[in-house]
């Protein structure tokens, strides 16, 4: 069962850091566009929605199964909602920002157009990062190339603004697999509106958002020397080091 994977255990392996990565990550949204409320899709104990409430966002909510222990969540236990992902969500209304951040590898591939569908029913920006293929982690049963998900957004009408991972590529705070799979997407007639987002939009196009982070390729290489490390990606190195101790 499915539910028998997410333990106190595995929430707790990871509620620090997506906490602290939420709060590196979210100002650069907060600083493109006004969020006074924010839905997280997959929330788990609520740290990414914590973060944006202690960033100043006024109105929270995070949808999650049932198997999430109460005691451990970030958020108030009024600002969670125990909902099967599994099926489509409408909660009648639209939320500023919405999020599903390593939600998506976690459902069987058959809901994915569907999930997809469910976010951009829920706002005109949904930020939105999920597993690529041999990411690994628990109960991955979908995990999909980037360019997999920029077809589903794009058939919502959403365009992928990818301006984050250059951004965060090297920045300490936050985990490598955010650097590496988010995208902020946003629907079109809001792009073609806002100058701003439209020159972000055509600055970040690509052929293929496909892109995998040296932090993934030496874990899948077991690369764990700094020299190693530094031989296999140099530039990379150079920069992780600068960004961290300076």
């Known amino acids: 069962m499915e539910e028998n994977q997410y333990t106190k255990d595995f929430y707790n392996s990871q509620r620090f850091y997506s906490r602290l990565s939420g709060s590196n990550v979210l100002p650069f949204i907060f600083n493109l566009i ?3 409320s924010i839905l997280d899709v997959g929330c788990g104990t609520g ?22 222990d ?11 909602i125990d909902y099967d992902l599994k099926n489509p969500i409408d909660l009648n209304r639209k939320f500023d920002l919405a999020i599903s951040m390593e939600v998506a590898e976690h459902l069987p591939e058959s809901t994915s157009e569907m999930f997809i569908e469910s976010l951009t029913k829920h706002s005109d920006y949904v930020l939105f990062s999920a597993a690529i293929p041999k990411q690994d982690g628990t109960y991955h049963i979908n995990e999909q190339p980037q360019d997999f998900w920029v077809a589903k957004f794009e058939k919502q009408d959403f ?11 090297t920045k300490k705070g936050i985990d ?16 073609e509106s806002n100058p701003q987002l439209k020159s972000l939009y055509l600055e970040f196009k690509k052929e293929s958002y496909n892109k995998q982070h040296p932090e993934m390729t030496f874990l899948l290489n077991k690369i764990e020397t700094p020299i190693a490390r530094f031989l296999k990606e140099p530039n990379y190195t150079i920069k992780k080091f600068i960004n961290y101790f300076f």
């Open 70 to 80: 109460r005691d451990l969540l970030a958020i108030p236990k009024e600002a969670f």
């Open 47 to 68: 740290e990414w929605l914590r973060a944006a409430k202690d960033l100043g966002v006024s109105e929270i909510c995070g949808l999650d199964g049932h198997y999430v």
């Open 159 to 169: 365009l992928p603004i990818d301006f984050l991972r250059d951004k965060l590529w």
């Open 176 to 191: 490598w697999w955010y650097k590496q799979n988010m995208i902020l997407y946003v629907k079109n007639s809001v792009v």
């Open 34 to 36: 006004k969020v006074n």
